[in-house]
């Protein structure tokens, strides 16, 4: 029986076009005009005991200017953008708040999902594999997913062009189904399999790729000053995924050159991950497991302990355009033999919270995720694809070419897939 995870918050289905107007390498945003509530789906969902999907919102001693009649107009408007870069002018009207005030009344808008459980014999032994994981919610807004997004579209407009350093952007070609999404790496160069130059798979440390983006040490500080992430476990290096369509990643245990917790944040589309002791390969690009479980835009999937060690994890072929950013703390023995310390990711406070607070529910009542006029024409062409794929998909009869995703050199792009001129090195 497969195990659905259902959440109240179910985000939109959406995606940017790739073609974005050319920002700055500091991965500006453009103005929003026109926006507009995007659709969803359904599934059929399976609850199981000690499974519901509550989100809890851990209540904070918020500053004692906040008057009810303020918190009452923007309590619950996630529109609220922080000084903190990533985000830009904000669409409401703040009602004098300070970013102390706005910063709490944000955190407190996090759901947080901690109660995972999917019991497998292991050794003999009853076990919660999914023990460690953890999802948060509204993490990042509509006009900060936006922001994010351009930034990594225009990363990616400069590996194509050879201006990042030659492992950290690869794009090798799509042949044949599920292979060949594009990855961009930062803090260090990850090799996924056996390289031609007898590398075993783990952290090159003799490789240098490009330190991570402005952007991404501001969403880092982020996760862990609202306790997503913990304070002794900062991220320095990340890998960035951009998936089209039926694009995948197959089964996997993350490698032990990065330690326990790591995050993974999701973008454009929703999509669903799996995880088990055992997953099985259907397919080119289709996987089945015994939990499924939907990643919501702008969402903050934290793996530890047995969800990261003894469950594996996989994303079967996504429904349409997606974009996700994996951050991870390199082990101290594994670090790059160039790789400096930024000192802009050491000292990061986690926000105080009220000792005597307890955790309340959280409202489900949600506005729809909601975009700039720019992006309706792809978000329709995307739904109108996706229902006629679903429509339309041939039955499988048969488990051909699956060897090809069995864990190897094919699974994951190899790095500097794509031919640049005048490439950094």
């Given at each position: 029986m497969l195990c659905h995870y259902l959440f109240p918050e179910r985000m939109s289905k959406t995606s940017l076009s790739s073609d974005l107007e050319q920002g700055s390498t500091g991965c500006s945003t453009k103005d929003v005009s026109s926006l507009y509530p995007s659709e969803n789906g359904s599934e059929s969902i399976i609850k199981l005991p000690h499974q519901q999907a509550t989100m809890a919102a851990t209540t904070v001693s918020t500053p004692n200017s906040v008057s009810s009649k303020q918190l009452a107009r923007v309590v619950m408007n996630s529109?609220?953008?922080?000084?903190?870069?990533?985000?830009?002018?904000?669409?409401?009207?703040?009602?004098g708040l300070s970013e102390e005030q706005k910063e709490h009344i944000r955190f407190s808008q996090v759901g947080r999902k901690k109660d995972f459980v999917?019991?497998?014999?292991?050794?003999?032994?009853?076990?919660?594999?999914?023990?460690?994981?953890?999802?948060?919610?509204?993490?990042?807004?509509?006009?900060?997913?936006?922001?994010?997004?351009?930034?990594?579209?225009?990363?990616?407009?400069?590996?194509?062009?050879?201006?990042?350093?030659?492992?950290?952007?690869?794009?090798?070609?799509?042949?044949?189904?599920?292979?060949?999404?594009?990855?961009?790496?930062?803090?260090?160069?990850?090799?996924?399999?056996?390289?031609?130059?007898?590398?075993?798979?783990?952290?090159?440390?003799d490789e240098e790729v490009d330190p991570l983006p402005p952007l991404f040490k501001q969403m880092i500080k982020r996760m862990v000053r609202w306790h997503v992430l913990p304070p002794t476990c900062v991220p320095n290096s990340c890998i960035v995924?951009?998936?089209?369509?039926g694009d995948c990643i197959p089964p996997h245990i993350d490698h032990h050159d990065f330690l326990r917790p790591f995050c993974t944040v999701s973008f454009l589309t929703e999509c669903n991950i799996l995880f088990g002791s055992?997953?099985?390969?259907?397919?080119?690009?289709?996987?089945?497991?015994?939990?499924?479980?939907?990643?919501?835009?702008?969402?903050?999937?934290?793996?530890?302990?047995?969800?990261?060690?003894?469950?594996?994890?996989?994303?079967?072929a996504v429904p349409g355009k997606r974009i996700s950013i994996t951050f991870r703390r390199m082990d101290?023995?594994?670090?790059?033999?160039?790789?400096?310390?930024?000192?802009?990711?050491?000292?990061?406070?986690?926000?105080?919270?009220?000792?005597?607070?307890?955790?309340?529910?959280?409202?489900?009542?949600?506005?729809?995720?909601?975009?700039?006029?720019?992006?309706?024409?792809?978000?329709?062409?995307?739904?109108?694809?996706?229902?006629?794929?679903?429509?339309?998909?041939?039955?499988?009869?048969?488990?051909?070419?699956?060897?090809?995703?069995?864990?190897?050199?094919?699974?994951?792009?190899?790095?500097?897939?794509?031919?640049?001129?005048?490439?950094?090195?």
């Open positions: 529109d609220i953008l922080l000084n903190d870069g990533l985000g830009g002018t904000s669409p409401v009207i703040d009602n999917h019991m497998e014999k292991i050794n003999g032994k009853s076990t919660n594999v999914l023990k460690g994981l953890e999802l948060h919610t509204k993490v990042f807004n509509a006009e900060e997913h936006k922001k994010i997004v351009e930034c990594v579209y225009n990363l990616q407009r400069m590996g194509q062009k050879g201006q990042l350093r030659e492992c950290t952007y690869s794009e090798p070609r799509k042949w044949m189904r599920g292979k060949g999404r594009v990855t961009i790496q930062f803090g260090c160069c990850y090799n996924y399999a056996l390289d031609k130059n007898g590398n075993p798979p783990g952290i090159v440390r995924n951009i998936y089209d369509e055992s997953l099985k390969i259907v397919s080119p690009g289709e996987f089945s497991g015994p939990v499924s479980i939907p990643l919501p835009v702008g969402s903050v999937l934290i793996l530890n302990g047995n969800g990261a060690d003894i469950a594996k994890h996989c994303v079967p101290d023995s594994k670090l790059p033999y160039n790789f400096s310390s930024d000192p802009e990711l050491s000292g990061i406070k986690p926000l105080i919270v009220s000792p005597s607070a307890k955790s309340t529910p959280q409202s489900h009542s949600q506005r729809p995720v909601v975009y700039s006029s720019f992006v309706k024409p792809i978000v329709q062409q995307n739904l109108h694809r996706n229902g006629h794929f679903l429509e339309n998909k041939p039955e499988e009869t048969g488990k051909t070419k699956n060897d090809l995703f069995l864990c190897g050199k094919d699974d994951f792009p190899p790095l500097g897939g794509v031919k640049k001129s005048g490439s950094r090195q």
